[in-house]
């Protein structure tokens, strides 16, 4: 080969090696870093309590249930977060401290201006068809079903969708409703995810059925679950998927669709995390904001 061919082989390859490298330098861009995050200190972790439904179902989606060595844990969460009873509890504490991070159901943030919700992998809360963070609420029961209670099912899934649809994602259409007016007493018991939208169920179905008296009692999905299995209360609400167990125990009946959402003080320049970096913060791998940076 003469000496002008050899150079200009060695011309092209190093011009195709020249466009390789710059599709794997674009190919492992980083992020630029989000402005002001590196001044928000250290990452206050705000989670729910054992029992929770919430907890649970969030730590399932975003990856850090327990890996099965310790069978009192339920997840991975680290011993360092707050532990918070209830929705309103994760809200107060977010708002209370500016280095805070917390999940609630998207129906506890209705009227709420103090906080800023995240966008998971850019995916709003509001975009209920890619959200990753979705989840259901379930009504549970053992044996048969009474006239009341038969009744009151009938009535949630189908004039009830309509209230379920105001702060959640319906199940089926709104539908017209004619009760059997029985007569009786149920007893709900479970979720304080669900207890807000039960509430509101429960006192639009007594208006229709004037002979109904129902008590809604706020639990967690655990306890919820537990109390319909013996038999202590008529429902079980629950919003985290029932455990295989459960399942042979009891029936169920999937009565909405709720998002978690995952919310920062608002003046966090945070607007989007991806499940990865929601997994580091709730294990305690990630301390500081900053380190979301690098």
Known sequence: MSKYKKLMCLLAMGAVLGITGC????????????????????????????????????AQLAGFESDGEDSSLSDLTTEDAVIANNAAEV?????????????????????????????????????????PLSRSFY??????????????????????????????????KSSSFLSNMATGTLTIEGSTSVAPLMQELVEAYEQINTNAQITVTETDSTQGLTQAMSGECDFGMSSRDLKDYETELLDYET??????????????????????ELKSIYTGETKTWGQLNS
């Not at 492992?28 to 989000?34: G, I, K, L």
């Not at 044996?143 to 309509?162: I, K, R």
Request: glycine share 10%; no cysteine; aromatic share 6%.
């Open 23 to 58: 599709g794997s330098s674009d190919n492992t861009q980083e992020t630029a870093a989000v402005e002001g995050l590196d001044k928000m200190g250290d990452v206050q972790v705000i989670a729910r309590e054992a029992g929770s439904g919430t907890r649970s179902t969030f």
């Open 91 to 131: 809200i107060e504490k977010v708002e209370e401290n500016k280095a805070a991070i917390g999940y609630v159901s998207q129906g506890a943030l209705e009227g709420n201006e103090n906080l800023k919700t995240l966008k998971i992998g850019g995916v709003s809360y509001e975009d209920d068809k890619t959200y």
């Open 139 to 172: 009504l549970a029961y053992s044996g048969e079903l009474d006239d009341l209670e038969q009744d009151f099912l009938v009535y949630v899934h189908g004039a009830g969708q309509e209230i379920v649809s105001e702060s959640y994602v319906s199940v089926a």
């Open 255 to 276: 009565i909405a669709k709720d998002n978690i959402v995952v919310v920062v003080g608002k003046d966090n320049p945070l607007e989007d995390i991806s499940l990865d």
